[in-house]
């Protein structure tokens, strides 16, 4: 999962069903059949919508209660707002 995670975050610019089919298989999976039904399709766009309604412009993007954390961020922000939440 984690390779595949990164493979598509290192290549955002150049994301097409033809090249996630591809890095999947380079990796040793096969999502042809899911991603050409498009079965999760109405999911991954309620997903798009709550992070956008939340605030999200970007990836990754966090909350952590009800808190948003944008943009890649070191552990000391994580910790920044964990600690705040648990004060």
Not at 3 to 19: A, C, R
Not at 45 to 55: E, F, T, V
Not at 68 to 84: E, M, T
Request: with cysteine; hydrophobic share 35%.
């Amino acid at each position: 999962f984690f390779e595949y995670h990164d493979k598509i975050l290192e290549n955002q610019q150049s994301l097409s069903d033809s090249n996630l089919k591809t890095w999947a298989q380079e990796l040793g999976f096969s999502i042809d059949t899911c991603l050409d039904s498009q079965k999760y399709l109405d999911e991954v766009r309620k997903d798009l919508a709550d992070a956008q309604a939340a605030g999200g412009r970007g990836t990754p993007y966090f909350v952590i209660n009800g808190k948003p954390l944008s943009g890649a961020q070191p552990f000391s922000a994580f910790k920044q707002v964990i600690d705040a939440e648990l004060a």
